[in-house]
């Protein structure tokens, strides 16, 4: 049975979602470890990750702009630097011993910052009002997506054609590493992929007693590439 670190923080905001992480993890036979990323040093983090076969990036603030050679803008929410440091250090381990990693809403983010991408700071401010609601919860708005053809992000999704939204942070250019693989109806990017990395902007975790097409990102990062349908 395959263990998956899932990295997350430990604000009040921040441990609403993790039940559903571990959840969606045991609900396609994993094995959740819970990585409390930011309290833990980066080197510390990085020693954890010799027990985990592959790594879940949770959802939580804002990745600190300085990380993209950005100065922060007054919409910049919370931030915790010890977390963006670890995770920095957890992705590039992972990719260096080829582990797949899940990266989701925030998680996405840094995937693409830390492979040289940058964000959009606050999407209201650009005019893309729809992508949060102020006053509601993790599935408080859902949009439409289009998704590329022959993506893993399609297959996954396998038709659906609508997702959650939760956030109002967005990646603006996706960097070296990850490629765009789906968008919303006003462009901006919901998912990034390339060999072991999978990044998307929605909440699987939320939406997955709807449709278990929601768990299949779950089963990807558990079972790998060749077994996610099962």
Known sequence: MSVIGISVGLSPSELENQSRYVEAV????????LLP???????RLVAALEAVD???????????????????????????????????AALEWMMS???????????????????????IQDLPTLG?????????????????IRTK??????ELLDGLTEVNSHHHQAVRDPGQILVPTAWSE??????????????????????AGASNLHQRPFAWLVHGESKWLG
Do not use: F
Not at 26 to 33: D, H, K, N, Y
Not at 37 to 43: E, N, Q, T, V, Y
Not at 59 to 69: A, F, K, L, W
Not at 149 to 154: C, D, F, H, T, Y
């Open 128 to 144: 893309h009002s729809g992508h949060k609601d102020p006053g509601g919860g993790y599935a408080a708005r859902s949009h439409p």
């Open 149 to 154: 053809p022959g993506s893993l992000v399609g």
């Open 54 to 88: 592959g790594l879940l990036l949770a959802g939580g603030g804002d990745v600190h702009p300085s990380y993209y050679r950005e100065e922060a803008s007054a919409e910049l929410d919370e931030v915790n630097r010890t977390r963006d440091e670890a995770e920095l």
């Open 37 to 43: 990323a930011s309290h833990l040093p980066a080197k």
């Open 186 to 207: 006003d462009g901006i990017i919901e998912a990034l992929e390339a060999p072991r990395l999978l990044a998307l902007q929605w909440h699987p975790e939320v939406s």
């Open 97 to 119: 011993h080829r582990r797949p990693v899940l990266g989701i809403c925030r998680g996405a983010q840094l995937m693409a910052v830390a492979t040289g991408g940058s964000l």
């Open 26 to 33: 045991l609900a396609v036979s994993g094995t959740p470890l």
